[in-house]
C-alpha cells in the first residue's frame, strides 16, 4: 500500500466533485445563457478538468491500494494534472489578474496533491527497487 498515492486520489476525487459543484452553483447559469458555441466550449472545458480529476484520482487510488496498473502511471496523471494547472494558472495570471487571490485555496491543494503525487511516485520506485 503507498499512502501516498491514496492520498493524492483521495485529494483528486475530492477536487473533482467540489470542481463541480463550485461549478454548478457558481457559473453553471452564466454558461446557460453563452451563445452555444462558447456555452458548448466552456461546458465541455469544465467538464473535462472534474472528469479528469475523478477519473485520474480513481487510478491513484487503485494503484495505491493495489499497484495494479504499470509504475507509469501516476507520472502521466501528474504530467496531465501539471498541464491543466499550468494552462490555468497561467491563463488567470495573464488575462484575469484580479482573480489570482481567488485562486489561492486552490493552488494550495493542487500543490498539496502535487507534492504528495511525487512523493507517491519516489515510494512507489524505491519499493520496486527493493524488490
Known amino acids: 500500500m503507498n499512502i501516498y498515492l491514496l492520498a493524492s486520489g483521495?485529494?483528486?476525487v475530492?477536487?473533482?466533485?467540489?470542481h463541480t459543484w463550485w461549478g454548478f452553483a457558481n457559473i453553471y447559469s452564466e454558461i446557460a445563457r453563452l451563445n452555444t458555441t462558447a456555452g458548448a466550449s466552456l461546458e465541455?472545458?469544465?467538464h473535462q478538468v472534474g472528469a479528469t480529476l475523478l477519473v485520474g484520482g480513481l487510478a491513484l487510488?487503485?494503484?495505491g491500494f493495489r499497484g495494479y496498473?504499470?509504475?507509469a502511471v501516476p507520472m502521466l496523471i501528474l504530467a496531465i494534472y501539471s498541464v491543466n494547472f499550468i494552462v490555468g494558472l497561467l491563463i488567470?495570471?495573464?488575462k484575469y489578474p484580479a482573480l489570482v487571490s481567488q485562486?489561492?485555496?486552490q493552488l494550495f491543494l493542487y500543490a498539496v496533491l502535487f507534492i504528495s503525487l511525487a512523493v507517491g511516485i519516489r515510494a512507489q520506485k524505491e519499493r520496486s527497487l527493493n524488490r
Open 92 to 94: 488567470v495570471l495573464l
Open 14 to 18: 475530492l477536487l473533482a466533485v467540489a
Open 103 to 105: 485562486t489561492v485555496p
Open 69 to 71: 496498473f504499470s509504475r
Open 44 to 46: 465541455g472545458s469544465f
Open 61 to 63: 487510488l487503485i494503484q
Open 10 to 12: 483521495t485529494l483528486s
